[in-house]
């Protein structure tokens, strides 16, 4: 069974902080990694790791993945009130039941960061 | 900037009745998922389908529910009877491509279902 654990579950920071959010995977088939933002409802897209090693960027967010150690992190720099959120990793893996487009992704518990002004 | 959208945001309804949850995917976009999130637990994945077609399934997605597309743009999901469990945020998730290259799947902002 395809299984993502994230840690921590829960994660209290001053504004100013640096954070840095772990996600650890077992799956067959893998695909990619995905870390979304979810703060009402959707979960919203930051970034999609597929090569070992790479670090993508955006503003204060970053995030590398490790295929060896299975593992991926996801830091955040000079948090924000707005940061505030859960943030969600999930493994996308190739199912079995036909050969094309069935991909489905498997999710953490998520960490719900909370940022104190 | 295009975005899935859904309706209902919220659904009630009694134990044993039908409900249909639509969803209209960003219009280039050809891969279309269902995942539901009960309160205080994972995100989970329920159906994948591409061209009119079951691409993949979970083992919570048994004989109540049913995919289909069935004006070629909305995209939707019915519960034939529903129960109690079936309680939770059900998100449509799309995404422009899948297969040998990889393409981020794009959420909904989701439809809440109370069964009563």
């Known amino acids: 069974e395809d299984k993502v654990v994230q840690s921590p579950l829960s994660l209290v920071v001053h504004e100013g902080d640096t954070v840095t959010l772990n996600c650890s995977y077992e799956?067959?088939?893998?695909?990619?990694l995905l870390w979304y933002k979810q703060e009402k409802k959707a979960p919203t897209f930051l970034f999609m790791l597929?090569?070992?090693?790479i670090e993508k960027k955006s503003g204060r967010l970053s995030s590398i993945l490790d295929k060896k150690e299975l593992f991926s992190i996801l830091n955040i720099t000079a948090t924000q009130t707005g940061d505030s959120a859960i943030y969600l990793c999930a493994v996308e893996s190739r199912g079995t039941v036909s050969n094309f487009g069935n991909e489905k992704l498997t999710f953490g518990t998520g960490t719900r960061l909370t940022i104190i002004p | 900037e295009p975005e899935v959208t859904q309706t209902p945001s919220h659904q009630v309804t009694q134990m044993g009745q039908e409900v249909i949850l639509r969803c209209v995917p960003i219009s280039n976009h050809l891969y279309f998922y269902w995942y539901r999130q009960i309160l205080g637990q994972k995100v989970e994945f329920l159906v994948s389908?591409?061209?009119?077609?079951?691409?993949?399934k979970s083992e919570i997605f048994d004989d109540q529910f049913s995919v289909e597309r069935p004006d070629g743009s909305n995209f939707t999901l019915k519960i034939r009877s529903t129960k109690l469990e079936d309680s939770a945020m059900y998100f449509c998730?799309?995404?422009?491509?899948?297969?040998?290259?990889?393409?981020?799947?794009?959420f909904g902002p989701g439809t809440r279902l109370t069964v009563t």
């Open positions: 998730a799309t995404a422009e491509g899948a297969g040998l290259a990889t393409y981020e799947q794009y």
């Open positions: 597929t090569s070992s090693g």
């Open positions: 389908f591409y061209n009119n077609e079951i691409s993949e």
């Open positions: 799956v067959t088939n893998f695909r990619s």
